[in-house]
């Protein structure tokens, strides 16, 4: 069996922690994940930049020493929007009675949709000021954008936190806290392991869709028709999301007796996760807009 099913990896959450006096500081696997895949995006991006034949008319959009302040922007963006995506998507109630614990960011609850929305606000912003076509630099961001998914898919992993529903598979994980560990009451067995979904995610949204974007840029020219290959990623983030949220467990503010499964929407017996809700305009959209440069090409 499968060494998962029997017990989660002893993973410290914090990477380092550091005490000087009265101050305090611990960097966190989840902090580092964002600080990486800034960087890594950063990095791929200015070079792109650096190969004007990848563009159309064989000329890059911006100068790569510009990606610096493009990358400002875009953390501000990403940081602000996933916060509030949480805020309103996932625990409005409370934050509403609460207003003061929306500034409480180090204590968790950033929510994609809400970061993807906001990364989309701040790097059309910095198209205006800049004066910069916007679908390139949609898709230079597009390109880049699975590596901070991916390394926050492991993170999460790491943090033994969003874990999916009761599993039987040989590598479902036994992780940690009396939540995690609690079964239906009729589970068929002693221990209730669960679908690793951090790790279904990291790998479909992460690392199978960074392999196709690079694919299309290196090997078919996408970057040459502006919007196409932000319609592939936007789609393909959708449709890996969709089909995980399968087997993620909901939050439990969704859950109740009579909706076990935590379904925001239901089709019969059947429904849908707040999860699968938020990826639907997302399916349409980047569907929409493949073909849209498809035929423009």
């Known amino acids: 069996m499968f060494p998962l099913a029997i017990l989660f990896p002893d993973l410290d959450p914090v990477l380092f922690a550091i005490e000087i006096g009265g101050f305090s500081f611990a960097l966190r696997w989840y ?14 991006i200015a070079r792109l930049l ?8 064989e000329a890059a959009p911006m100068p ?3 990606v610096e302040v493009l990358l400002t922007y875009v953390i501000f963006g990403v940081i ?5 995506g949480f ?17 409480r960011v180090w204590e ?49 992993f790491i943090n033994a936190e969003l874990w999916g529903r009761p599993t039987t598979l040989p ?33 479909l949204e992460g690392f199978v869709l960074l392999a196709v974007l690079a694919f299309l840029v290196w090997r078919t020219g996408a970057l040459k028709r502006p919007g196409l290959l932000t319609g592939v990623f936007v789609a393909g983030y959708g449709l890996a999301r969709f089909a995980v949220e399968f087997f993620r467990q909901a939050d439990p503010q969704f859950i109740t007796p ?17 999860g699968q809700v938020l990826s639907l305009p997302m399916i349409v959209v980047g569907v929409a807009l493949i073909f849209w440069r498809r035929q423009g090409a």
């Open 31 to 44: 902090a580092l994940a964002y600080i990486a895949g800034f960087l890594g995006g950063w990095w791929i």
């Open 50 to 57: 650096a190969r004007p034949a990848l563009w159309p008319g």
């Open 64 to 66: 790569p020493a510009r």
């Open 80 to 84: 602000l929007g996933g916060r509030l």
């Open 87 to 103: 805020v309103l998507f996932y625990q409005p109630g409370h934050y509403l009675a609460n207003p003061g614990d929306i500034l």
């Open 108 to 156: 968790g609850g950033m929510a994609f949709h809400g970061g993807f929305a906001g990364g989309v606000v701040a790097g059309l912003i910095f198209c205006r000021r800049h004066d910069v076509p916007p679908w390139q630099i949609a898709d230079a961001m597009a390109l880049v954008a699975p590596i901070g998914i991916g390394l926050g898919r492991v993170a999460n």
């Open 171 to 203: 590598w479902g994980g036994v992780f940690p806290g009396a939540d995690a560990q609690a079964c239906p009451w009729n589970w068929p067995e002693s221990v209730c392991a669960r679908h690793p979904t951090q790790l279904y995610e990291a790998a």
């Open 258 to 274: 009579d909706n076990p499964l935590g379904h925001v929407v239901s089709l019969g017996p059947a429904g849908l996760s707040m």
